[in-house]
T-cell receptor
Framework: NAGVTQTPKFQVLKTGQSMTLQCAQD?????MYWYRQDPGMGLRLIYY???????DKGEVPNGYNVSRLNKREFSLRLESAAPSQTSVYFC????????????FGPGTRLTVT | QKEVEQDPGPLSVPEGAIVSLNCTYS??????FMWYRQYSRKGPELLMY????GNKEDGRFTAQVDKSSKYISLFIRDSQPSDSATYLC????????????FGQGTILTVHP
């Protein structure tokens, strides 16, 4: 099992460019999440998908869109990148249990210049 | 004010020391409490979880929750260099499904 995979691992964008971060999980989990991690800020939830076919905003959704393509895949799109979106992005998945243990991918390091 | 506050450190201790990591929170609806460990340039992984108040022990790790004080702790006994990582507390309410609120993370270094 690969767990949660993310592509790309690194990306540099210019302000105004767009890109899509890809995430896939092979654990048959219902729920998937996108976080960003900035120094001193911990993990902040951007969007989540409780189940296939549903998506909801998290704490910091502005400037992002998501697509739950199927049960395995959950993508995050930046339509017009801004320097404030420079961050490390993590995708995670979980099953519907008491603790909703979240399994994280290795992250995508994004720099917007 | 953030819902969950965690001292970011950094914390540096000698091998064998007892480490105490703490978080405070303001949302009384939180019922499930977790600690995640994150090694450098990796994704976080679940270390321990507890429900409501009380203690839970797993090897060298003990998690404590005091809901009356809105305070949670993680203790690491006989700390090892391999414990060097960022530790993030996380919590959720009973009806928030998978949505977790994370603390800022504490950077811990255990030196030989």
């Amino acid at each position: 099992n690969a767990g949660v995979t993310q592509t790309p691992k690194f990306q540099v964008l210019k302000t105004g460019q767009s890109m899509t971060l890809q995430c896939a999980q092979d654990m048959n989990h219902n729920s998937m999440y996108w976080y960003r991690q900035d120094p001193g800020m911990g993990l902040r939830l951007i969007y989540y998908s409780a189940s296939e076919g549903t998506t909801d905003k998290g704490e910091v959704p502005n400037g992002y869109n998501v697509s739950r393509l199927n049960k395995r895949e959950f993508s995050l799109r930046l339509e017009s990148a801004a320097p404030s979106q420079t961050s490390v992005y993590f995708c995670a998945s979980s099953e519907w249990t008491d603790y909703y243990e979240q399994y994280f991918g290795p992250g995508t390091r994004l720099t917007v210049t | 004010q953030k819902e969950v506050e965690q001292d970011p450190g950094p914390l540096s201790v000698p091998e064998g020391a007892i480490v105490s990591l703490n978080c405070t929170y303001s949302n009384s609806a939180f019922q499930y409490f977790m600690w995640y460990r994150q090694y450098s340039r990796k994704g976080p992984e679940l270390l321990m979880y507890t429900y409501s108040s009380g203690n839970k022990e797993d090897g060298r790790f003990t998690a404590q929750v005091d809901k009356s004080s809105k305070y949670i702790s993680l203790f690491i006994r006989d700390s090892q260099p391999s414990d060097s990582a960022t530790y993030l507390c996380a919590m959720r309410g009973g009806t928030s499904y998978g949505k977790l609120t994370f603390g800022q993370g504490t950077i811990l270094t255990v030196h030989p």
